[in-house]
């Protein structure tokens, strides 16, 4: 299994531009989490779903984040309008329910910067 | 509310020297407590992870962490560090239903020749 795919790697955007974070869970997984990591803060959780659904949103820090999982092998983090301070490391994780959080399973993460 | 706390944001060791990571968590109930390793651009890696019976867990790469009840604690320890271990350490909690994790702030390692 390829594990948990994030893309891009590394997006440079500029202040206001519309930021898109994609994530492919591995196959099977029905559990999808979204976090961020910066120095300040640490690695938050921003929201994560069951089958597809969002179970708990509560750590998207405001209304210009939102997430979307249109299907089991697919998710996306989206910013608009992007702010300088929403520069972070972004990781996607995936774990089938039922197996515990031990199971959870890390992508390498999303690299952004908003200049 | 859960929390996780590990008050060294980065911590610098001699190759060969021992080490320990401190971790302090605030859960009510008997808690899930995970050790994560990141090394530079990479995910998350767990290391070990404890839930229930000895309170001394092993994990991989020769890492080992204690669960203190009384002091809720859970810090992580190597006593030979290698220089491949320079990397950043999360400890986690984790609420009993789903995957849900809450992170410290992490506990950047750097080696020393």
């Known amino acids: 299994d390829a594990g948990v795919i994030q893309s891009p790697r590394h997006e440079v955007t500029e202040m206001g531009q519309e930021v898109t974070l994609r994530c492919k869970p591995i196959?099977?997984?029905?559990?999808l989490f979204w976090y961020r990591q910066t120095m300040m803060r640490g690695l938050e959780l921003l929201i994560y779903?069951?089958?597809?659904?969002?179970?708990?949103d509560s750590g998207m820090p405001e209304d210009r984040f939102s997430a979307k999982m249109p299907n089991a092998s697919f998710s996306t983090l989206k910013i608009q309008p992007s702010e300088p301070r929403d520069s972070a490391v972004y990781f996607c994780?995936?774990?089938?329910?039922?197996?515990?959080?031990?199971?959870?399973?890390f992508g390498s993460g999303t690299q952004l910067s908003v200049l | 509310a859960q929390s996780v706390t590990q008050p060294d944001i980065h911590i610098t060791v001699s190759e060969g020297a021992s080490l320990e990571l401190r971790c302090n968590y605030s859960?009510?109930?008997?808690?899930?407590l995970f050790w994560y390793v990141q090394s530079p651009g990479q995910g998350l890696q767990l290391l070990l992870k404890?839930?229930?019976?000895?309170?001394l867990v092993q994990g991989i790469k020769g890492f080992e962490a204690e669960f203190k009840r009384s002091q809720s604690s859970f810090n992580l320890r190597k006593p030979s560090v290698h220089w491949s271990d320079a990397a950043e350490y999360f400890c986690?909690?984790?609420?009993?239903?789903?995957?849900?994790?809450?992170f410290g702030q992490g506990t950047e390692l750097s080696v020393k020749p």
């Open positions: 986690a909690v984790a609420a009993h239903q789903g995957g849900k994790l809450i």
């Open positions: 779903f069951n089958n597809n659904v969002p179970i708990d």
């Open positions: 196959s099977g997984h029905n559990s």
């Open positions: 994780a995936s774990s089938l329910t039922g197996t515990g959080p031990e199971k959870l399973f």
């Open positions: 859960y009510g109930a008997t808690p899930y």
């Open positions: 404890y839930f229930s019976g000895d309170t």
